[in-house]
């Protein structure tokens, strides 16, 4: 599968949505990926912890054109290893490591906003509690930090 560039689908108006739990390692790769480039990128970030349904409202309030979640997933891939996904992917699997459906909320903002949504899935090595992010995924930040940054710089 060829990985799209952050700058072919980081398009108009962007909402970036970090999901995960900071307490449980790599879980925490998506509010932790929001904290590094916010304030440093054109785009709104969302750091939507644990309960990413909290927050629709809010993102629907924005009317964006591209709305990109962030979140560890389930990828069968190596850990610190990326796919960016398009909608229609995340609708069809279960991969998340959060109770939410995708395909609902999904569908949800879909209805809301008429966005393209995609999800930045990273593979997590270790999401146990108190765990701290592995290397590989720490790694991985740090790229797509500059990759997103340069793709949308203020």
């Known amino acids: ?57 809010k993102i629907a309030n924005e009317n964006p054109d591209t709305v990109l979640l962030v979140d560890a997933v389930h990828l069968d891939l190596k850990p610190g290893e990326y ?18 459906s995708p395909r609902m909320f999904i569908e949800y903002l879909k209805n809301r906003t008429g966005a393209d949504i995609y999800m930045l899935g990273i593979q997590p090595e270790n999401i146990s509690l108190g765990a701290r992010m592995s290397p590989s995924v720490k790694k991985t930040l740090s790229e797509i930090s500059e990759l997103i940054a340069e793709a949308c710089s203020a």
């Open 83 to 100: 796919e960016i996904l398009k909608s229609s992917e995340i609708e069809k699997s279960g991969f998340t490591t959060h109770d939410i």
């Open 1 to 57: 599968m060829t990985i799209p560039m952050f700058k072919d689908i980081l398009k108009g108006k962007v909402v970036i949505v970090g999901i995960g739990n900071k307490m449980r390692g790599d879980d925490g790769f998506g509010p932790a990926l929001v904290g590094e480039i916010e304030g440093s990128v054109k785009a709104v970030c969302i750091d939507a912890g644990n309960s990413p349904e909290n927050y629709t409202g």
